[in-house]
């Protein structure tokens, strides 16, 4: 049956090819510039839940504190700490550092009788 298929279909197809990177650089290389262009650009994120914790607990994410938590960020990669809190007397922030998000806030109150688990630095905004 198989000799069947080939005579009736003439050559089997060929298999797909693997597009290339647009400028020939392999998908490691382009990758690397992705991540050293982000690391640059000091960027940080808020997951779903540290939004809506702020919003709860009334912490307004102002440019300037944008700029603070992004700052922390930046000491946190250069100690290679991963998971950091960054505090204040008023607020505390735990941040995943490689992908520069907030995982969650807290406010003064919530602090006083918190325990921080699997954090590796923490960093006095």
């Given at each position: 049956?198989?000799?069947?298929?080939?005579?009736?279909?003439?050559?089997?197809?060929?298999?797909?090819?693997?597009?290339?990177a647009p400028s020939g650089e392999s998908f490691g290389a382009l990758l690397q510039?992705?991540?050293?262009?982000?690391?640059?650009?000091?960027?940080?994120?808020?997951s779903k839940h540290a939004m809506s914790r702020a919003e709860e607990r009334g912490?307004?994410?102002?440019?300037?504190?944008?700029?603070?938590?992004?700052?922390?960020?930046?000491?946190?990669?250069?100690?290679?700490?991963?998971?950091?809190?960054?505090?204040?007397?008023?607020?505390?922030?735990?941040?995943?550092?490689?992908?520069?998000?907030?995982?969650?806030?807290?406010?003064?109150?919530?602090?006083?009788?918190?325990?921080?688990?699997?954090?590796?630095?923490?960093?006095?905004?």
């Amino acid at each position: 049956m198989i000799d069947r298929v080939a005579r009736v279909g003439g050559a089997l197809p060929a298999q797909p090819q693997k597009p290339a990177a647009p400028s020939g650089e392999s998908f490691g290389a382009l990758l690397q510039k992705a991540q050293e262009q982000r690391q640059g650009q000091k960027q940080i994120n808020f997951s779903k839940h540290a939004m809506s914790r702020a919003e709860e607990r009334g912490i307004e994410l102002t440019p300037a504190l944008m700029e603070q938590l992004a700052g922390t960020v930046e000491k946190a990669q250069e100690k290679g700490a991963k998971n950091i809190v960054a505090f204040n007397a008023t607020q505390a922030f735990i941040i995943n550092v490689p992908f520069g998000r907030v995982i969650t806030t807290m406010n003064q109150d919530e602090m006083k009788e918190n325990v921080f688990t699997n954090i590796d630095g923490a960093v006095l905004m």
